[in-house]
């Protein structure tokens, strides 16, 4: 019997900041840095999943940076490699979907 998953997405995304998912990335220096995690999305087409970060509590400034990275899971499911998007291609469907979550002004 499928499973039906009654979730109404009119990508309006209004988001309950309380119940993000939070990541911590370290950088090549060893800096550690706490993202939320805005959406995460699979493409068939290059047979990857991909996440779109912010920093935390930055959701309420005015311009806020979004990344997107490619990942791999862990096994258990905690954890992860991000990594680096680097064909333009791949790119243009990264912000493809992007776009779909934004509104005209840009906003979530």
Do not use: C, R
């Amino acid at each position: 019997m499928p499973h039906e998953h009654d979730h109404h997405h009119d990508h309006d995304h209004h988001h309950d900041h309380d119940h993000h998912e939070h990541i911590t990335i370290v950088d090549e220096n060893g800096n550690e840095a706490l993202y939320e995690i805005l959406f995460t999305f699979e493409s068939e087409d290059y047979g990857k999943n991909y996440v779109i970060l912010y920093p935390a509590g930055a959701i309420d400034d005015e311009d806020v940076e979004l990344q997107a990275y490619s990942f791999t899971e862990g096994e258990d499911g905690q954890s992860g490699e991000l990594l680096p998007i680097e064909d333009e291609k791949e790119w243009d469907m990264v912000e493809e979907v992007l776009n779909t979550f934004l509104d005209e002004e840009g906003n979530f």
